[in-house]
C-alpha cells in the first residue's frame, strides 16, 4: 500500500469523518484526500517529476500536511526540515539533498530564496519573495486537475539529529512506512473515533509516520499543533478530548503535573499514553496511570534509519514490565544483541526487517558501517530477556571508563530518573586526575539537593558508578529533534 493508497481508502470508508484539525481549521477524511490530491496534481503542474526532492520547512500547519503527503503523492521524495533549524542548518541540508523545489512558511521564505533562488521556493501564505509562487497560487493553477499516479520506492529522505557527528540521510521506503505505522497503530489501540494530536513536529518521522500516517490509517481525527511548550499542552488536553496521548516524556510531565496541582480536571479521558524514548522515569509512568487515570502506557522505541519504530510494550502488559523495558519487537523487525568482549549478555541492538532504510544519501561508507548482513546497527546497548523483551544499558560509544571500569550513562541516568523529584538526567564523563575520568551527571529536578541525588545513587549503584559531580539545571541542552546534545554539557567552575 503506497501513502495515495492510505488517504483514498480512508476517503472511501471515513468519507465524513473529521480527519484533520488545526486551530479553526477542520477537514473531513474526504476533504483531506481532495486536497492532497489538488495538491499533488499542482507539485506535477509546476514541474516536479518522478523522484524530484521536495523540502518543507514549516510548522505543524494544515498546509504543512498537505503539502508533506502531496509530494509523496505526486511521485517526488519529501525533504523535511524541522521548523527549529537555523538556517545554516537548513542550507547544509539544501545543498546535500539537491531539492527541486523548496516549500516554507513566510518566516523561512526569504533565508530558503537566498540559498536555492527564488524560483525553487513555494510559500505558505505571507508574503512570497521576488520571483517566488505562493501556495495558494501554485493550487490555483491545478483548478480540476487530477494527479498522474506515480508510485515512488523512496518517500522520504529523513535526516538525523548529528548528535554523533554531521547529520545523515536516511533514505526511507514508503511501503514499509505504510505498513509500520499500521503496526504502531494497532499495537497502541488508536482507532476510529478517537482524538490524536500530533505534538512532535511533522519534519521528525515521530510526527509525520506515527502522527500523520498512522492516524490515517486509523481513521482517527488528528490535532496538529503548531507550537508545543508546557502551556499548549495543558490547553490542549483541558479542551481537546485526547483519548490518545502521544509525546516524549518531558510534554506527558507537563500534563501529569497540571493535573496534580489543580489545573487540570480529574477525568481527562486519555485512554493511551504513548512514549517514545530509550529511558523513560517510572514515576512517571506510575504517575500517568495512578494520578491521570491512563488505562494503558506503551513506550515506543525505534530509530530514524529503521523508520521510527523497532520495539513497543503491549497494552495490558504488567507496569513493571512498562517500566523496566523498550519492549519487544513489532511485527515483520527482529531484534538481536551481538554481544561484547566484556559480557556476553549485553551488547549492541542490532534490528532487522522491512522497516529498514534503503541507506544513507550518497554516502556509501556510513551506509555499510551502519547495514551489515541486512542487519542495522542502533548503537545502543541492551540486553533482552526471556520473554523477548529488550532493556537499554546505554550507547556503543557512550562510555565513561573509571579507573578500568565500564560505565554506561544511561544506567546511571535511568537511576537517576527514578527519583520522584527528578525530570530528566544525562551523564557523561568528564577527565580525573586519579581515575582517568568520571562521571558527571546533569539533572532537572525540584526539592531535592545534590548531596540528597548522590546518596539515592550510592543505595542503587556500585561506587565506580556514583557521579563524581551532580549539578541541578534548569533544563538541558537539545538539538532541532529535541535529542540532548552532551557535547555541550559542561561543569560549572
Not at 513536529?201 to 506515527?210: D, E, I, M, S, Y
Not at 523498550?326 to 556476553?344: H, K, L, M, N, Y
Not at 546497548?381 to 571508563?401: E, F, K, M, N, T
Request: glycine content about 10%; overall charge negative; some cysteine.
Amino acid at each position: 500500500m503506497t501513502v495515495a493508497d492510505l488517504i483514498r481508502a480512508a476517503a472511501a470508508d471515513s468519507a465524513d469523518a473529521v480527519g484533520l484539525r488545526c486551530g479553526e481549521q477542520s477537514l473531513t477524511y474526504r476533504e483531506l484526500c481532495e486536497a492532497v490530491e489538488h495538491a499533488a496534481a499542482a507539485w506535477q503542474q509546476h514541474g516536479l517529476a518522478p523522484g524530484d526532492r521536495v523540502a518543507v520547512w514549516s510548522a505543524n500547519t494544515v498546509d504543512c500536511a498537505i503539502a508533506m503527503l502531496s509530494v509523496i503523492v505526486a511521485g517526488g521524495v519529501l525533504v523535511p526540515l524541522n521548523p527549529r533549524y537555523t538556517t545554516p542548518e537548513a542550507a547544509a541540508i539544501l545543498d546535500r539533498s539537491s531539492c527541486r523545489f523548496v516549500a516554507a512558511a513566510d518566516r523561512f521564505a526569504g533565508d530558503v530564496s537566498a540559498i536555492v533562488g527564488a524560483d525553487r521556493v513555494v510559500t505558505f501564505g505571507g508574503e512570497v519573495p521576488p520571483g517566488g509562487i505562493g501556495w495558494r497560487e501554485m493550487l490555483s493553477k491545478a483548478e480540476g486537475l487530477s494527479p498522474r499516479a506515480e508510485r515512488g520506492e523512496i518517500a522520504a529522505i529523513q535526516f538525523t539529529s548529528g548528535t554523533t557527528g554531521r547529520p545523515k540521510g536516511a533514505m526511507l521506503r514508503q511501503a514499509p512506512m505504510v505498513s509500520t505505522s499500521a503496526t504502531w497503530s494497532q499495537v497502541v489501540g488508536l482507532g476510529r473515533g478517537d482524538v490524536y494530536p500530533v505534538l512532535y513536529p511533522l519534519a521528525h518521522v515521530g510526527g509525520f509516520k506515527t502522527g500523520l500516517v498512522a492516524a490515517i490509517h486509523a481513521r482517527a481525527t488528528i490535532i496538529l499543533v503548531p507550537t508545543v511548550s508546557a502551556s499548549s499542552i495543558v490547553e490542549l488536553v483541558r479542551g481537546g478530548g485526547i483519548t490518545v496521548l502521544n509525546a516524549p516524556p518531558t510534554a506527558q510531565s507537563y500534563v501529569l503535573e497540571a493535573r496534580r496541582t489543580g489545573r487540570l480536571p480529574g477525568d481527562l479521558g486519555i485512554r493511551t499514553a504513548v512514549i517514545g524514548s530509550a529511558i523513560v522515569p517510572p514515576a512517571l509512568i506510575r504517575g500517568l496511570v495512578d494520578d491521570l487515570g491512563v488505562a494503558d502506557v506503551v513506550v515506543a522505541y525505534g530509530l530514524t534509519e529503521a523508520t521510527g519504530v523497532c520495539t513497543m510494550t503491549r497494552r495490558n502488559d504488567p507496569i513493571e514490565l512498562v517500566c523496566a523495558s523498550i519492549g519487544r519487537a513489532i511485527d515483520g523487525v527482529e531484534v538481536r544483541i551481538e554481544p561484547t568482549a566484556d559480557d556476553p549478555l549485553i551488547g549492541e541492538i542490532e534490528v532487522r526487517g522491512v522497516n529498514l532504510m534503503a541507506g544513507y544519501l550518497d554516502d556509501p561508507d556510513a551506509t555499510a558501517e551502519a547495514l551489515h548482513d541486512g542487519w542495522l546497527r542502533t548503537g545502543d546497548l541492551g540486553w533482552i530477556d526471556a520473554q523477548g523483551y529488550v532493556h537499554i544499558c546505554g550507547r556503543a560509544r557512550d562510555l565513561v571508563i573509571v579507573g578500568g571500569f565500564n560505565v554506561y550513562p544511561a544506567e546511571i541516568e535511568q537511576a537517576l530518573i527514578a527519583h520522584p523529584a527528578v525530570r530528566e538526567a544525562a551523564v557523561i564523563g568528564v577527565p580525573d586526575e586519579r581515575l582517568g575520568e568520571v562521571p558527571a551527571a546533569f539533572v532537572v529536578a525540584q526539592g531535592v539537593s545534590p548531596e540528597d541525588l548522590i546518596a539515592w545513587c550510592r543505595e542503587r549503584l556500585a561506587n565506580f558508578k556514583i557521579p563524581r559531580h551532580l549539578q541541578l539545571v534548569d533544563d538541558l541542552p537539545r538539538n532541532a529533534m529535541g535529542k540532548v546534545v552532551k557535547a555541550e554539557l559542561s561543569l560549572r567552575p
